[in-house]
């Protein structure tokens, strides 16, 4: 015991009871006093033992665990991934997570959670095939968060992301904005709702013109759109929507470190709301999108097809409003 890991044997002998008993009362199954479950609760702790939890779900049915695939280093991910975690505990699920890296495909993030035996899969922003999806929907339940896909028996929860860009447009309008850039999001997830927003918004304007620029998801992405963006001379926006908060913040840095003032030369409006746009010295206004809510209904939407394996769920589509966050990076155009 000294130079190996702690077993339930190791427990039971210290406590003075079966190896049966100890395994009951970390099972939580009747059978064992409170008296009983005291005394194996406090040998367990004098020996620093740890449950085999991997090794207890191989001997059950069920596994109840959601795994979860999410892009690394995307900032709203980690915030809904926060919401995930709450949510599946007080469901009494576990989270495993798998995460995509530009080396790391979403397949291959999918694979790893079907071998650790996850019940259902709960995909982040997920850049699978619609095909490949409604596959993985024959052989668990599966529920793409943050994107919108059409794919057979695959569940729906996202923000309506065409919402969010008319609700940014409008506030820049009515502050006077008529020339106004979109920092685009590519094929990420959300975009291209986003760009769909963004057109329905500044359509019709008398005298208005929208410009679209290569944005993307990264600070990294935002600082490239701005060198475009400050290429513009004549005719330049006086207002810059991204694609999300990141984006946001590499155009603000790097507009600035050219001479340009946040708002006073150009309005800047992100998307997510992640926590860095509400530092004070960041103040960005921006589309929130709720983490909470987003995590609580995609626990829900997958859960409740595993609890009620007799009935027949449909493919659900959740979809949230949106709602503006009015900070200190937007104001009235110069003149």
Known sequence: ???????????????????????????????????????????????????????SRLGRSRTRMLGVTFAVGHAFHGEVLRSLYAEADAAGYEIVLSGVTPERSDAHAVDTLLAERCEGLLLVGSGLASGAMARLAQQVPAVSVLRKVRAAGVGVVRTDDALGLRLAVEHLRQLGHERIALLDGGRAPGAAERRQGFGRGTAGWAGSRATLLPGGLTELDGARAAEAFLELRAGRPT????????????????????????????????????????????????????????????????????????ATHPASSTVLEPTLVVRASTAPPRG
């Open 1 to 55: 015991m000294a130079t190996g890991r702690v077993t339930m044997e190791d427990v039971a002998a210290r406590a003075g009871v079966s190896r049966a008993l100890v395994s009951i009362v970390f099972r939580g199954a009747a059978g064992a006093s409170e008296e009983t479950r005291a005394r194996v609760l406090a040998a367990a702790g004098e020996l620093d033992y740890r449950p085999d939890t991997r090794a």
């Open 239 to 310: 207002a810059v929507t991204a694609f999300n908060d990141r984006c946001a913040l590499g155009f603000v840095d790097a507009v600035r470190q050219a001479g340009l003032r946040v708002p006073r030369d150009v309005s800047v409006v992100g998307f997510d709301d992640i926590e860095q746009a509400g530092y004070p010295h960041v103040a960005l206004t921006t589309v929130r999108q709720e983490a909470a809510r987003l995590g609580a209904e995609a626990v829900h939407t997958v859960t409740s097809r595993l609890e009620d394996e007799a």
